[in-house]
Structure formats: C-alpha cells, structure tokens
C-alpha cells in the first residue's frame, strides 16, 4: 500500500511540469530575397536556444519545455538553404528541431507575441546562406549595399577624443588626442594601399569632434566598419595590455528606443523601408532586429582585431568586452572601441610615443579588418591581396579554447587544422597562435 502511494504522489507531482509545457501547434516555411523563414507558433512564450552544426551543415533548435503537436513542413526543392526538417524529445521534457541544410547558413531569430491578426506566439527563425552576397550588413540592411562604382569597402577610422579634450595623460605628459590621432594615420595609410579598402579619417587634426558627429559621419558615407582608436588609463599605474570593446545589449536598448522616437528620420535604417510608416511592434523588430545584426558582426570584426593585437603584445582583457560607449550606437555599422595600451603605465606610455610601435598597432587592427572581411565580404566589394592571394589567417588561443571549436568556428575540418599546426593530438595551450588552413 505504502509503495502504492509513493507511486501515485510521484505522479501527481509529474503533473505540473506536464503542465507546464508550451506545444507547438504548427510551423511554416517560406523564401523571401533568397532568405529561408521559418515560423513556429506556440500557445505562449517559450525559451529557445539556438546553434549551428557542421559535417553536415545542421542548425539545431532547442526549445525548453515544449512538445509538438502534429508534423513539420517540407520545404520546397528549390529552397536555397533548407533540406527538411526533424524534431525529437530531448532531456524528456524539451523538443529539439533539426534543420538539414543544404549549406552553411547564418541564423537568425526574434520572437513575436500575439497581436490583432495572430492569436498565437511565434519564434521566428531566419537562415541566410553564408555566401559573398548574403553579406552580413548587406543582406540585413539592404540601403547600406554599394554600387558598382564603389567597390571599395570603406573603413571609418575614429582618433579618440581633440581639441579641447585631451583625453587621458601620462606621467610624461603624452596626450591620448596625440597618440590615437597618430595611430589612426597610419591605419589610415595602411588601409589605403590595401586593394579594394579606402579609409574614411572621422577627425584629421587636433580638433574635437563631438560624439554623434562620429557617428553620422560614418553613416552618411556608408561606412562598412567603425574603428574608434583610444589609450585606457587606470589609478593603478601597473595595470596594462590592449582591450577591444563593442557595444552592450543594454547600450543597444536604450539606442534602439532612441531611434524608435525619432523614425520619422530613420527611412534609411532597414533597407530603405519607411518605419514611420509602421505600427510600433513592427518599427521595433525591424530595428531589433538591425542592431542584432550589427552586434552580431562588430563583435566578429572585434575579435579578430583583439586576436591579432595579441601576437604584438599583452592583452588586457583576452575576451572582446561590451560596454555602452555612445561612440558605438551606429545601429547598422559593425563598430568597435580599441584601447592600445595604458597611457599611465609608464612602459607602455613610453611605446605609445614611438612611432615604430604604432606602426605595429596599426598592422595588427589593419590584419583583424582583413581576416573579418575574408570571412564576411560585403556585397560587390572587390577584396584581395596584393599578389592576388588571401593572407593566412592566425587564432591566437583563449582559456576555455578547445580545438574543436575552434575548428568549427573557422569553418574547416579537425583533421586539416592539426596538421596545418603539425599537431599529434588535439592539444593546446593558452596563447598559442594556430594557423587556420584555407579548406573552409
């Protein structure tokens, strides 16, 4: 009898968490401007998790508490990324749904409550082919797409502060205006001898320039990348290494809002469609969505950058960090914030002042910017080396790295990444730079 009972209290307390579950009711897919949509409507709001699986090409859905009711659609032959579509239960309690690719994709997702047309909540999950025109910002901004007439991927350099502010100051007196003013220069003569790249100076001169001008002028001339060049400064004078920053999650909030209250000059922001037009729940995904984006891809640009500024010198932070700088609310540029050195670290003021070692801070940005548009060029520019060949790439290993991961990061296989690196097994150390093989 006691087990009798032990048996139906278990059950009981089972059913809550059967409760609980949010069911799929059903799921649509469609093609737009050679994007694959899929729909999936729910009763209510559900967490999901999303990632991407290679060998073969996968992107795996995990929603937490849920089950599926009925079948998933077949998309059509001639979708240009899906093959079909498969669900499985997944820790007894959540619905895994598998997309069979036929290529690598891009995915995004974004959630809608219900409204006056829909009376269900749908997860919204979009997969753009990984191609050279399904370019980052290209395919999700479609006003920022240039011309033929200009090839060129335009890079906004921005020297930090000018003029009346100085920025921070050294033991020695070096002014950060100074320093960053001549760093930007020399990015600035870099990039314009790199094939296919044109530089855009946002301050030329000992000027100050205020901070939503940066901005705007970046945008107004269709900038492909934001760079704002600074010197960190900290009370303690033994603090040291270079440190890339992108934009905070709450930093995009409270710009995304900003831009909401003022659509009425925003028609160019999502691809030319006028959201002054729109209801407030469609102008505030269509700009969620843009900024997700352009999160997305500065914090891509930023790595790179950080991982090459890692093979000149210490790294002060070895992960991209986020921060609300107003400097990097461009909501659709992939900008970044680079802090070279400590200007009050005596050493490393010392190095700030020499020309030498600035020309060895602009290389290293100048070989991040051209690793990330390898890997994500914009649509219609013409990118290639000087003699015609791409430049290796490197990846300098952080704690938690796994070789692995890595290789599914760079998009190549396991097998070719050791033996690109000469290694036996699937061992490495912190700080080891990997040379990444061009079988992606």
């Not at 011309?147 to 930090?160: F, K, N, Q, W």
């Not at 992960?319 to 009050?344: N, Y």
Request: glycine share 6%.
């Amino acid at each position: 009898m006691k087990r009798v009972f032990t048996l139906l209290l278990c059950s009981l307390l089972a059913l809550p968490a059967l409760a609980a579950q949010v069911t799929v009711e059903g799921a649509r897919v469609g093609v737009e401007d050679g994007r694959t949509r899929v729909v999936l409507d729910t009763r209510a709001a559900l967490t999901h998790k999303i990632f991407t699986l290679e060998g073969p090409d996968r992107v795996v859905v995990d929603l937490s508490d849920a089950r599926l009711s009925g079948t998933l659609p077949r998309p059509r032959g001639n979708d240009p990324a899906l093959v079909g579509l498969r669900s499985g239960i997944r820790d007894k309690t959540d619905l895994r749904i598998v997309f069979d690719l036929k290529c690598p994709v891009r995915v995004k997702s974004f959630s809608l409550p219900p409204d006056r047309r829909h009376d269900k909540h749908r997860l919204v999950i979009d997969l753009l082919p990984r191609t050279a025109s399904a370019a980052p910002h290209a395919t999700v901004v479609a006003s920022r797409t240039r011309s033929p007439s200009r090839p060129e991927v335009l890079i906004a350099i921005d020297a930090g502060h000018g003029g009346a502010d100085p920025g921070a100051i050294g033991k020695r007196g070096t002014y950060e205006k100074d320093v960053t003013l001549a760093i930007a220069r020399k990015l600035a003569a870099l990039v314009e001898r790199e094939p296919g790249m044109r530089p855009l100076m946002i301050r030329d001169g000992d000027y100050y320039v205020r901070l939503r001008q940066r901005i705007e002028k970046a945008r107004k001339h269709k900038a492909d990348l934001f760079i704002s060049i600074h010197a960190d400064a900290f009370t303690n004078d033994r603090a040291h290494g270079s440190s890339v920053y992108t934009l905070s999650f709450n930093g995009a909030s409270s710009e995304a809002a900003r831009w909401l209250a003022n659509r009425e000059n925003a028609a160019d922001l999502i691809g030319g469609v006028n959201i002054a037009d729109s209801d407030d729940l469609l102008a505030s995904v269509l700009i969620d969505m843009t900024q997700n984006a352009t999160i997305e891809h500065s914090t891509e640009a930023a790595g790179a950058v950080l991982s090459h500024l890692g093979e000149i010198g210490d790294l002060h932070k070895r992960r991209v960090q986020r921060a609300g700088f107003a400097v990097l609310k461009s909501p659709d540029i992939p900008s970044m914030l680079v802090e070279t050195a400590f200007i009050t670290n005596a050493e490393e003021e010392r190095r700030l002042r020499d020309p030498t070692h600035q020309e060895r801070l602009a290389r290293a940005i100048l070989a991040g910017i051209k690793a990330y548009f390898r890997k994500y060029p914009p649509q219609g520019a013409l990118l290639q080396a000087a003699n015609g060949r791409s430049t290796p790439r490197r990846h300098v290993t952080h704690q938690g790295d796994t070789l692995s991961e890595i290789a599914q990061r760079y998009r190549v296989s396991l097998s070719s990444l050791r033996a690109e690196n000469g290694l036996t097994d699937d061992t490495i150390r912190v700080g080891q730079v990997l040379a990444i093989p061009e079988d992606s």
